[in-house]
Nanobody, 115 residues
């Protein structure tokens, strides 16, 4: 059984920052890609950022230059540093991780940006 636990969400004013963390535990050998997705009110879930086991990153155009994804492979943990937050970043943020083609999801953490 694999479990993803996210933390770091909350309420922040526009222009502020938050750092999300996601720790994977359970029956895993070595994680492949990890990523952060978000689902805003009335929106479909979308990719925010992803990072490979080797550190290659990808970002949605809407967050480039503001968000930074990183990971600590020894701790099976991924991070999402979010700066210059905007009201449109308000969403539930989900962590995802893959190993040998199997995908795992966290329960989500709410990020609310007030204008």
């Amino acid at each position: 059984q694999v479990e993803l636990v996210e933390s770091g969400g909350g309420l922040v004013q526009a222009g502020g920052s938050l750092r999300l963390s996601c720790t994977v535990s359970g029956s895993i050998f070595r994680l492949d890609d990890m990523g952060w997705y978000r689902e805003g009110p009335g929106d479909q879930r979308e990719l925010v950022a992803s990072i490979s086991s080797g550190g290659t990153t990808k970002y949605a155009d809407s967050v480039k230059g503001r968000f930074t994804i990183s990971r600590d492979n020894a701790k099976n943990t991924a991070y999402l540093q979010m700066n210059s937050l905007k009201s449109e970043d308000t969403a539930v943020y989900y962590c995802a991780a893959w190993e040998l083609g199997n995908g795992y999801w966290g329960q989500g953490t709410q990020v609310t940006v007030s204008s």
